[in-house]
């Protein structure tokens, strides 16, 4: 079983910041892609950004050049830095990884428990 932890969530002011920080733990032989998704009350989730084990990014549109993703493999961790946040990045993030449990194993994606962001204006 894998396990994935977030924290760093909270409440802050417009145009604040935060980092967010994601940690796997479990039957980990491999992590492929590590990301982040947001979802609002009332929408779907949406991806935010995501890294691969190669430090390949990818970053939506509303968080492009207000936010960064980092990772670092000796600890299983990924890291999301949010600045000028604004009330609309208000949601649960979630941590996500691709990871295979053995050698030459499924790639399955394996979900955290979220933290809230809240973002007051």
């Known amino acids: 079983q894998v396990q994935l932890m977030e924290s760093g969530g909270g409440l802050v002011q417009a145009g604040g910041s935060l980092t967010l920080s994601c940690v796997a733990s479990?039957?980990?032989?491999?992590?492929?892609?590590m990301g982040w998704y947001r979802q609002a009350p009332g929408k779907e989730r949406e991806l935010v950004a995501a890294i691969t084990n190669g430090d390949s990014t990818n970053y939506a549109d509303y968080v492009k050049g207000r936010s960064t993703i980092s990772r670092r493999n000796t600890t299983n961790t990924v890291y999301l830095q949010m600045n000028g946040l604004k009330p609309e990045d208000t949601a649960v993030y979630y941590c996500?990884?691709?990871?295979?449990?053995?050698?030459?194993?499924?790639?399955?994606?394996?979900w955290g428990q979220g933290t809230q962001v809240t973002v007051s204006s």
């Open positions: 996500k990884a691709v990871v295979q449990t053995r050698f030459l194993g499924p790639k399955i994606g394996y």
């Open positions: 479990g039957s980990i032989f491999n992590i492929n892609a």
